[in-house]
Structure formats: structure tokens, C-alpha cells
């Protein structure tokens, strides 16, 4: 308390009697010295004596509505004037009280004090209710009108109490008049059709308390006949000033729903093709299946008859003759296999294959056409990891294809070239290169139905295959093969126990 009082004997009796009652008193003697705490500021109420020598309280009362305005004064004073009161109230203070030390002022004194002390705090809550419910409301406004959605509040009546900025733009897509549509009724404010009858619909259901949230969705055709399609979700609202109204949420959905549906039928299309390609490797299989067979049984009659032409079993025949029978032989062999390459590949769509270390298959694929490459001088220079990489593989296909690819560089190097496998592991990405060149060789020659199958089985097991081009006619040129590594052994894991 600020005890603002001349007499030291009533300032005793005042502040003893606020002590007692639990206040913290502090007392100034003169107005001087009262306006200069109030601006100091720090206290909760002001107890002020009209009567202070030269000057009197209403001075300071004047002080206090400039300086601190939320400060409530009490106004004591020895005269019961009504005048007095009534000048005391139209400056400000916030109650008055006659001074007259008996038991009944000392008694009344702490309740009048605490009964303004309590006047002052539900003020204050009132004006911070009014200044949080001011920030809340514009918050509500700035996201509402931060929404795509349009807001549209109505009150009993069906009359417009609200709207968001979204607004504008719906009234301007659905051709509606333009004018302010505070106080009209809303299913006024459009073309009568299904939107306004699920607006009726939705207000209805929500005063007969069919529900808390309905939801609901209505097209309707704008000015230029496109049509408008909207979500709607009706909630209910009471307030004092507007009664049982209800909050509508209008959602655009025409540009969602018209993605929806292409998505729709591009998927049926989808459908639609995966099922005509299944149809047609069905019938690329049944047709390659049905041209190996009939490729092998010639191929194996060729092939039977020629060793038996070599064999000298029909007869004696000239050096010349065996050797033709021979090439014939071996052209059927060649015939036969790439008619089971056929059938393997229109019929193994990819099934699992075991782990095989890479080194190996390809030592394997060296042995074929070892002999000739020996005849034309052709050396074999291998650049292996130390921890070899391992593949899965279907080891005759995968073999078979890296012996094509070998034969096609060795065919095209120079006689007493050398012949380079390099391995290459990349464990980050998990694959293991393998690249075959020679020197002269063309980097990839162009593919034959034989190559195509190889190519084939590459890819079926995971891979990939990219000609290495010589940078001019005498360097290298070749093959670079990638797969899929299974595990890259470090030295930690292979001297493990």
C-alpha cells in the first residue's frame, strides 16, 4: 500500500491497521513526495488524504491518471461531503472513505482496501482477457485468411456473419454477385442448385443434432459452364450475439478430383498394357520355344551324321571330306547350343542362381578357343584381385557368354597381341567390372543373334554391357562387363578361423 498522509498520528493508526491485516504499508507525507513514488511506481493500491498542506489529493489523483492510470486510489478525508465524493470519482479514484478512528473505520478500513485491491486485479484480468482475446481473434483471421478453403459463418437465420479472403474468389468462379454478403442469407448468395441444397441440408441436420462435423460434396457449373466441384464440412457454432449458427468450410476438389480420375484411367491403361506385353512375351516365348525345337532336331541330325561321315563309319573318306564333315560337325554344335540358349532364355525369366566366384567362371570361358588363340600367338594377361568378388550366376549361360565376349575381341586383335582380363571390385556400389580388350580390337563388333543372346543372359543376370572404343586404330578396344557383387571378401573375413 501507499499511504499518502500528512498527520503522523493517523498514518500510525492506518498502517498498524493494514499490518495487522497482512499489507505491506509504505507512507510519504506530502504530494511531492506521493508523485514521486507513483512514478517510481510498484504499488498495488494508493490510500490517499485529501488534505496536504498547500496542496490537496486531488493534485496527486491528478498525477496518478497521467503517470499510472490502472493504480486504484482511495480517497480519505475527514468531511462527509457529497461534492467531494462526486469531484473524487469524476478524477478517477476509485472509492471513497471519511476517516473517523473509531472501532468501525479501523474495522472497515482493511475490508475497503481489500475489496479495491480485488476490483483492481479482476480489471486487469479484464483488460488482459481483452487484450489476449483481441490477439486471438486476429490470429483466427490471419490463418483464416492464410487457407485456400473458403470460411463462411452464419448465424440462426442463415445470415452471413463471416467470411476469410477466400471468399472472393469462390463468388468470382461460381458467377455469384459481387457484393458484400455480411447479413444475406448464404443460400441467396448463389444459384439455386445442389450446392445450396446441401448448404439447407447441412444446417438442418446440425439444429435437429444429427451430428458434430458433417461432410459432404456438391458440383455445380460456373459462369462459363465449367463445372465446380466442392467439399463441404458443416460444423456448428453458439455464440451469444449470433445464437445457434453454423461455421461452413467450402474446399475446391475440381483440379484434385479431375487428377484423381486421369490417374484412374491411366492406371486401367497401365493395366491394360502390362497385360498385352504379358500376352506377347507369352507368345514371344511359345514362338522362340517353338523355333529352337525346331532348330535342334536338324541341328542334331547334321551333327550325328557329320561324325559319322568323319568317323569314317559310312565309308572311307579323303582328308578334304573329313575336315569339311568336321567344320559341318562343329557349325551343328554351335547350332544346337544356340538353340538351348533360346529356350532358356524365352522360358528362365531370371531364377535365383548360387554364389560363384567371378575368377572362376571366367578361367573356365578361357578354354574355349584356347586353341586357336595359341595358334595366332595371342598371349593372356590377367589383372585379378588378390580377394576375389563373387556373382550369381547360372554357370554354363554366364561362362557361355563370357567365352563369346572373349572370342569376339580375340577375333578381332592382331596376331601375337596380348589379350587383357581386367577385374575391377567396387564395393560402394556393389558391382564387380570385368573388361576384356586387345589390341586392334574394335570395341564391340556388331551383334549377331548369337551375341544378342549373350547379351541377353547379361542382362538376366543383372548386368550390364558397354563396348570400350579404342582411342585410335592401334590401341585397345573391347568389352566391359558389370555385375552385381554378392559380398567383397576383405582380408579381415578371409582370415577369419
Same mark, same amino acid.
Given at each position: 500500500?501507499?499511504?499518502?498522509?500528512?498527520?503522523?498520528?493517523?498514518?500510525?493508526?492506518?498502517?498498524?491497521?493494514?499490518?495487522?491485516?497482512?499489507?505491506?504499508?509504505?507512507?510519504?507525507?506530502?504530494?511531492?513526495?506521493?508523485?514521486?513514488?507513483?512514478?517510481?511506481?510498484?504499488?498495488?493500491?494508493?490510500?490517499?488524504?485529501?488534505?496536504?498542506?498547500?496542496?490537496?489529493?486531488?493534485?496527486?489523483?491528478?498525477?496518478?491518471?497521467?503517470?499510472?492510470?490502472?493504480?486504484?486510489?482511495?480517497?480519505?478525508?475527514?468531511?462527509?461531503?457529497?461534492?467531494?465524493?462526486?469531484?473524487?470519482?469524476?478524477?478517477?479514484?476509485?472509492?471513497?472513505?471519511?476517516?473517523?478512528?473509531?472501532?468501525?473505520?479501523?474495522?472497515?478500513?482493511?475490508?475497503?482496501?481489500?475489496?479495491?485491491?480485488?476490483?483492481?486485479?479482476?480489471?486487469?484480468?479484464?483488460?488482459?482477457?481483452?487484450?489476449?482475446?483481441?490477439?486471438?481473434?486476429?490470429?483466427?483471421?490471419?490463418?483464416?485468411?492464410?487457407?485456400?478453403?473458403?470460411?463462411?459463418?452464419?448465424?440462426?437465420?442463415?445470415?452471413?456473419?463471416?467470411?476469410?479472403?477466400?471468399?472472393?474468389?469462390?463468388?468470382?468462379?461460381?458467377?455469384?454477385?459481387?457484393?458484400?454478403?455480411?447479413?444475406?442469407?448464404?443460400?441467396?448468395?448463389?444459384?439455386?442448385?445442389?450446392?445450396?441444397?446441401?448448404?439447407?441440408?447441412?444446417?438442418?441436420?446440425?439444429?435437429?443434432?444429427?451430428?458434430?462435423?458433417?461432410?459432404?460434396?456438391?458440383?455445380?457449373?460456373?459462369?462459363?459452364?465449367?463445372?465446380?466441384?466442392?467439399?463441404?464440412?458443416?460444423?456448428?457454432?453458439?455464440?451469444?450475439?449470433?445464437?445457434?449458427?453454423?461455421?461452413?468450410?467450402?474446399?475446391?476438389?475440381?483440379?484434385?478430383?479431375?487428377?484423381?480420375?486421369?490417374?484412374? $484411367? =491411366? *492406371?486401367?491403361?497401365?493395366? /491394360? @498394357?502390362? !497385360?498385352?506385353?504379358? %500376352?506377347? +512375351?507369352?507368345?514371344? #516365348?511359345? &514362338?522362340?520355344?517353338?523355333?529352337?525345337?525346331?532348330?535342334?532336331?536338324?541341328?542334331?541330325?547334321?551333327?550325328?551324321?557329320?561324325?559319322?561321315?568323319?568317323?569314317?563309319?559310312?565309308? $572311307? =573318306? *579323303?582328308?578334304?571330306?573329313? /575336315? @569339311?564333315? !568336321?567344320?559341318?560337325? %562343329?557349325? +551343328?554344335?554351335?547350332? #544346337?547350343? &544356340?538353340?538351348?540358349?533360346?529356350?532358356?532364355?524365352?522360358?528362365?525369366?531370371?531364377?535365383?542362381?548360387?554364389?560363384?566366384?567371378?575368377?572362376?567362371?571366367?578361367?573356365?570361358?578361357?578354354?574355349?578357343?584356347?586353341?586357336?588363340?595359341?595358334?595366332?600367338?595371342?598371349?593372356? %594377361?590377367?589383372?585379378?584381385?588378390?580377394?576375389?568378388?563373387?556373382?550369381?550366376?547360372?554357370?554354363?549361360?554366364?561362362?557361355?557368354?563370357?567365352?563369346?565376349?572373349?572370342?569376339?575381341?580375340?577375333?578381332?586383335?592382331?596376331?601375337?597381341?596380348?589379350?587383357?582380363?581386367?577385374?575391377?571390385?567396387?564395393?560402394?556400389?556393389?558391382?564387380?567390372?570385368?573388361?576384356?580388350?586387345?589390341?586392334?580390337?574394335?570395341?564391340?563388333?556388331?551383334?549377331?543373334?548369337?551375341?544378342?543372346?549373350?547379351?541377353?543372359?547379361?542382362?538376366?543376370?543383372?548386368?550390364?554391357?558397354?563396348?570400350?572404343?579404342?582411342?585410335?586404330?592401334?590401341?585397345?578396344?573391347?568389352?566391359?562387363?558389370?555385375?552385381?557383387?554378392?559380398?567383397?571378401?576383405?582380408?579381415?573375413?578371409?582370415?577369419?578361423?
Amino acid at each position: 500500500m501507499l499511504l499518502v498522509e500528512d498527520n503522523p498520528d493517523h498514518a500510525d493508526l492506518i498502517g498498524d491497521s493494514l499490518e495487522d491485516a497482512g499489507h505491506e504499508v509504505v507512507h510519504v507525507a506530502d504530494a511531492a513526495s506521493a508523485r514521486q513514488a507513483v512514478s517510481e511506481g510498484g504499488h498495488d493500491l494508493m490510500l490517499l488524504d485529501y488534505t496536504l498542506g498547500a496542496e490537496t489529493g486531488f493534485d496527486v489523483l491528478r498525477h496518478v491518471q497521467q503517470v499510472a492510470p490502472s493504480l486504484p486510489v482511495v480517497v480519505l478525508t475527514g468531511r462527509d461531503d457529497e461534492e467531494l465524493v462526486i469531484e473524487a470519482m469524476q478524477l478517477g479514484a476509485a472509492d471513497f472513505l471519511v476517516k473517523s478512528f473509531d472501532r468501525s473505520f479501523m474495522r472497515v478500513l482493511p475490508l475497503y482496501v481489500s475489496k479495491n485491491l480485488e476490483r483492481s486485479r479482476l480489471a486487469l484480468a479484464l483488460v488482459d482477457s481483452e487484450a489476449a482475446r483481441e490477439r486471438s481473434e486476429a490470429y483466427l483471421r490471419l490463418v483464416m485468411d492464410s487457407l485456400d478453403a473458403v470460411v463462411v459463418g452464419v448465424d440462426e437465420m442463415f445470415r452471413v456473419t463471416d467470411t476469410n479472403a477466400a471468399w472472393a474468389g469462390l463468388v468470382q468462379r461460381l458467377g455469384a454477385a459481387q457484393r458484400d454478403p455480411i447479413g444475406c442469407r448464404l443460400d441467396e448468395l448463389f444459384t439455386k442448385g445442389p450446392l445450396t441444397a446441401l448448404l439447407n441440408e447441412q444446417r438442418t441436420d446440425l439444429a435437429l443434432g444429427e451430428a458434430s462435423v458433417l461432410r459432404g460434396a456438391a458440383a455445380t457449373a460456373g459462369p462459363s459452364g465449367d463445372q465446380l466441384e466442392l467439399e463441404v464440412e458443416a460444423t456448428p457454432l453458439v455464440a451469444a450475439d449470433r445464437g445457434e449458427g453454423v461455421v461452413f468450410v467450402l474446399t475446391d476438389v475440381t483440379e484434385r478430383n479431375r487428377a484423381r480420375r486421369e490417374e484412374a $484411367a =491411366l *492406371s486401367a491403361r497401365l493395366a /491394360q @498394357a502390362n !497385360e498385352e506385353l504379358d %500376352r506377347l +512375351a507369352k507368345a514371344r #516365348g511359345a &514362338l522362340v520355344t517353338g523355333v529352337s525345337k525346331e532348330l535342334r532336331s536338324p541341328a542334331q541330325s547334321i551333327g550325328g551324321f557329320a561324325r559319322m561321315l568323319s568317323s569314317g563309319s559310312l565309308g $572311307a =573318306l *579323303s582328308d578334304k571330306a573329313v /575336315q @569339311a564333315a !568336321e567344320v559341318v560337325g %562343329r557349325g +551343328a554344335a554351335r547350332l #544346337g547350343r &544356340l538353340a538351348e540358349d533360346l529356350d532358356y532364355l524365352a522360358n528362365n525369366p531370371g531364377d535365383p542362381h548360387p554364389p560363384i566366384v567371378l575368377v572362376d567362371l571366367v578361367t573356365e570361358a578361357l578354354e574355349v578357343g584356347a586353341d586357336d588363340r595359341r595358334g595366332r600367338k595371342i598371349r593372356i %594377361r590377367r589383372e585379378f584381385p588378390e580377394l576375389p568378388s563373387e556373382v550369381l550366376a547360372d554357370r554354363s549361360r554366364l561362362v557361355g557368354a563370357i567365352a563369346l565376349l572373349i572370342a569376339d575381341v580375340a577375333n578381332d586383335a592382331r596376331d601375337r597381341s596380348a589379350l587383357l582380363l581386367g577385374m575391377d571390385p567396387d564395393p560402394g556400389a556393389g558391382e564387380i567390372h570385368l573388361t576384356i580388350e586387345a589390341d586392334g580390337a574394335a570395341g564391340g563388333s556388331p551383334t549377331d543373334l548369337r551375341m544378342e543372346v549373350a547379351i541377353e543372359t547379361i542382362r538376366r543376370h543383372g548386368g550390364r554391357l558397354v563396348a570400350v572404343l579404342p582411342d585410335d586404330p592401334q590401341s585397345r578396344g573391347g568389352w566391359r562387363l558389370t555385375l552385381p557383387s554378392v559380398s567383397i571378401i576383405d582380408e579381415v573375413a578371409a582370415s577369419a578361423p
